[in-house]
């Protein structure tokens, strides 16, 4: 059995209700430690991703600055530990207002410092230009956002999506949680067998007959009916009023996700419409950068965040 990663800077675990939901959080220290200048750090994770999987980022930034940062890291609505609430499908809006009810929450009064990667850095994008005035800082971690759409689209893209609440919608056990760490090397062949072993324990767990079932509601996999609007969503951009770091992998290829449907050039020209932008590439790092550079990305975040 692979040695499990041992936390530097453990989290405790709390659950706070949002929008009719158990919002799961991840919680290094506490609010007496937020300050104008340090402020609340929240992290929102990606798409089949969960909150604990900051952990290695965490214990970098401690082992430059100490545990002096109160960092929050939620799960997503259907995704670890955060109840799904019944719904067989699922809006981005409503990550839009998840995040607003859980800053309310947390730090109804002082901007925050605002990290999301990937589908989370979509969200915070968005969020930024909607409540500019509840960011100090932004960090965007690969949240490309997704190619635009055309309406010709729409008359397939909701056939598909009636089709698809016609099925039960399922994913894939696990035998044990050594296959579960498997997997995410599989995905992510940068991930140190120690911290694959750690994060299966936090990205799936046992059901009561032994298999290992993953901690995400099965309707994420569901095509979503409503097209992406990227003119919209450029829109909410522009009005980003807090500096904003863009950060991405060396060796990210967008190409492996859209071929030719979404150029690099066509992302350069969204990204340019924010007013004030930082950007970082980390060298010998993909798309999961929290997991392989995560002591660069905490050095790069701080000299960000001061």
């Not at 951009?237 to 950060?247: E, K, M, T």
Request: charged letters at 20%.
């Amino acid at each position: 059995m692979t040695t499990l990663y041992a936390p530097a800077r453990a989290a405790s675990g709390r659950q706070l209700p949002i929008r009719g939901l158990s919002y799961h959080l991840e919680v290094w220290g506490g609010q007496q430690l937020a300050a104008p200048e340090r402020p609340l750090l929240l992290l929102l994770h990606g798409w089949m991703d969960v909150g604990a999987s900051f952990q290695f980022m965490v214990d970098a930034l401690a082992a430059i600055e100490g545990d002096q940062r109160w960092i929050v890291a939620p799960d997503w609505r259907g995704f670890g530990r955060t109840s799904p609430g019944g719904s067989d499908s699922y809006w981005f809006p409503d990550y839009l207002a998840d995040l607003d009810a859980l800053i309310d929450a947390l730090s109804p009064t002082q901007p925050i410092d605002l990290l999301g990667h990937s589908m989370g850095g979509n969200v915070i994008m968005s969020y930024g230009g909607v409540r500019p005035e509840r960011v100090r800082r932004l960090i965007n971690l690969e949240g490309f956002g997704l190619p635009a759409s055309r309406p010709e689209q729409a008359p397939k893209r909701l056939r598909q999506w009636l089709d698809e609440l016609k099925a039960p919608a399922a994913l894939r056990p696990y035998p044990s949680a050594d296959a579960v760490a498997a997997r995410l090397m599989k995905t992510n062949p940068r991930l140190a067998p120690a911290r694959a072993a750690w994060l299966a324990t936090r990205w799936a767990q046992p059901d009561a007959g032994g298999q290992w079932q993953l901690l995400a509601d099965a309707a994420h996999k569901r095509v979503n009916p409503a097209l992406y609007q990227a003119d919209e969503v450029v829109e909410t951009w522009r009005h980003i009023a807090a500096p904003l770091l863009w950060v991405e992998g060396a060796d990210t290829d967008v190409t492996k996700w859209w071929g030719e449907r979404y150029p690099r050039s066509e992302f350069d020209a969204r990204l340019a419409v924010v007013p004030r932008l930082e950007r970082e590439s980390l060298a010998d790092c993909g798309h999961m950068l929290h997991h392989d550079q995560p002591a660069a990305l905490a050095a790069r975040l701080l000299r960000f965040i001061g």
